[in-house]
């Protein structure tokens, strides 16, 4: 499987960006996507994930009220909405399975940068 993420940017505090994501080479509505972030010297953390079976989604504490994750498994895609967006956003993204123990190669991620 591959995955690539792209609509990463520079953008102020407050404001927005959606990033995508697009899997290839597995059976996209067979699995939970999530979206992960690591900041600069930071580990990779969980940002939120959207359940195959049921359309569940949870997130972590830092972005709840602020991101929302969505899919189309007819594009074999994931994104994720991000407002109110804060210094402490700044990080590489990234998509992939989850739980992360079963992730597959990870992508080149895409880059959010926020200034204040």
């Known amino acids: 499987a591959q995955v690539v993420e792209s609509g990463g940017g520079l953008v102020q505090t407050g404001g927005s960006l959606r990033l995508s994501c697009t899997a290839s080479g597995l059976t996209f509505n067979q699995y939970t996507m999530a979206w992960f972030r690591q900041g600069p010297g930071k580990e990779r953390e969980f940002v939120a994930s959207?359940?195959?079976?049921?359309?569940?989604?949870y997130y972590a504490d830092s972005v709840k009220g602020r991101f929302t994750i969505s899919r189309d498994n007819a594009k074999n895609s994931v994104y994720l909405q991000m407002n109110s967006l804060k210094p402490e956003d700044t990080a590489l993204y990234y998509c992939?399975?989850?739980?992360?123990?079963?992730?597959?190669?990870w992508g080149q991620g895409t880059q959010v940068t926020v200034s204040s």
């Open positions: 959207h359940v195959h079976k049921d359309g569940s989604t």
């Open positions: 992939n399975r989850y739980p992360e123990r079963y992730s597959w190669s």
